[in-house]
């Protein structure tokens, strides 16, 4: 137990030793898998050399026929992020991991009925975001995600797969 405590403690001071310097700010877009809102637009915001905030808004729209009746949903979200990241310098200077949590705030709507009436309005969900991401010299950065989300108001539980591109502001 006391070798398990003493690696793990080292891990965290390794990990902390070779955090990554990030740039002030990003922005492009995430294509997320059907759970999530689909593309979204993506903001970075950097808050010290390894943490920042990230900022996405996205918007679905799409139909189905169910019965011969035509079913259609529409939702838009914001979703905020707090991350820390890490860099991978044994790898890679350029290439870091990220990881944290965060919440997602819209609204929905559908004209499918459930509990005989229409169902819309405000929707609450606690995310957590972890990911790995790469960044070119010409300030293009690629990332790959795995967001779990856990409904908390009027809105499911699951879990969105994501692939972002962002331009760096350096």
Known sequence: MKKAI????????????????LVKNSIGLRY????????????????SPDKRIELDLG?????????????????????????????LKSLDENLNWYAGPGARLGFWSSSQKYDSKYNNGPFVVAAGDAGIEYSLAGGIQFAVDVRPELGIYNHGSGVSVGFAIRYQFR
Request: no cysteine.
């Open 59 to 87: 918007y679905n729209s799409n139909y189905e026929y169910i019965s011969n009746l035509r079913q259609d949903y529409n939702s838009w979200a914001v979703t905020g992020l707090y991350q820390w990241v890490w860099t």
């Open 32 to 47: 997320g898998t059907v759970f999530g809102l689909g593309t979204e637009a993506s903001y970075q915001h950097i808050l």
């Open 6 to 21: 003493l690696i793990l403690a080292t891990a965290l001071l390794v990990s902390e030793a070779a955090s990554a310097q």
